[in-house]
């Protein structure tokens, strides 16, 4: 995230701008106060495509049995 000060923004406004739509975010600031933040409103992100992971986590049968180590806690 990139931060700049209100007159430097004015005078790089469409470089500034160029960053947003890369999906850079920018802060201006104004008396090292953030007053204003520019963002992007395309979609550009990449959608969760689901079922990707599918395959890669295994869960053992005995999951949820009770853990040796907290014998003494379980009565």
């Known amino acids: 995230m990139r931060q700049v000060n209100i007159d430097e923004a004015k005078n790089q406004?469409?470089?500034?701008?160029?960053?947003?739509?890369?999906g850079e975010d920018v802060i201006i600031?104004?008396?090292?106060?953030?007053?204003?933040?520019?963002?992007?409103?395309?979609?550009?992100?990449?959608?969760?495509?689901?079922?990707?992971a599918k395959g890669l986590i295994t869960i053992s049968?005995?999951?949820d049995a009770p853990i040796d180590d907290f014998k003494d806690y379980i009565k």
């Open 61 to 63: 049968d005995d999951f």
């Open 13 to 22: 406004f469409p470089i500034l701008i160029q960053e947003v739509i890369k």
């Open 29 to 52: 600031t104004q008396d090292n106060m953030a007053i204003i933040k520019m963002v992007s409103l395309s979609n550009n992100k990449t959608k969760a495509v689901f079922g990707l």
